[in-house]
């Protein structure tokens, strides 16, 4: 299959490019070269790839900075994504798009709705997740009104080795290994009451390939683990395997404005269209991210 990613450069792409070529796929990776709000650009980039699928991961994927940069969260969420349905429908053979959306898009879920399926109403809390409701039904309008095969994914939190440090789980790590280095005796943290939904990168990625292949065309997927975690727990799992002896202290200043308490996810709606569920532990993905942050530090 001939594949094209979007936000080529980013963390799960990278993975999702691996995964894609080790199962015989022909990728084309679209980068930060190119202004995924520059439609001219975008639209000769995709129309000369003339994919079969494409992977539309580029985007502004920090919930917290989402807040301070409300504008251009949305120039590159839901405007990025107008242009690249553009692009797709110019293309002589329309090709299957997997739009790569988020679980921020349920906001807050009462905890007798948990967990949440696909058919739960969009409540979104931040601009970053107000972004990819648009994003979505910029999505659901190519699909009804010209007939492209969209795919929506609703991806829950992932992570593993690779990840950017600004998010919540290497940014723990990393700031537990400095402090482990210098001596601190105490860590400054933000909200660790939520609960999240972690699925490991390279569990997603082969979601990501299962829907393109399987996927009911105007559908909603959720891709999730089904079990929510405190990111208490995690930062205290993190302490042991980096034989750190901190203490974790809240600090007003790192707490977002507004966070949803639990995000927790129904994944039958994936499983049963594709057979996908998540093979990697939790415990598996912590210890690769630790080392993956010590080796990068260590130079």
Known sequence: MRALVTGASGFVAGWLIRHLRDSGDAVVGIDESIDIGDGDALRRAVTDAAPEAIYHLAAFTHVGRSWEQPREVFRVNAVGTLELLQAALACDRPPRVLLVGSAEVYGGVKPDALPVGEDAPLLPVSPYA????????????????????????????????????SFVVPALTRRILEAKAGGERTLRVGNLSARRDFTDVRDVVRA???????????????????????????????????DADLELVVDPELVRPVDVPVLLGDRARIGAATGWEPEIDLDRTLRDVVADERSALTG
């Open 130 to 165: 107000a972004s990819k409701v648009a994003a979505e039904y910029l999505g659901v309008q190519a699909h009804l009104g010209h007939g492209l095969p969209v795919v929506r994914v609703r991806a829950f939190n992932h992570i593993g080795p690779g990840q950017h440090a």
């Open 208 to 242: 990501y390939r299962l829907l393109v292949e399987k996927g009911a065309a105007g559908e909603a997927y959720n891709v999730c683990s089904g079990r929510a975690v405190s990111i208490e727990e995690i930062a205290h799992r993190l302490l042991e395997l980096a």
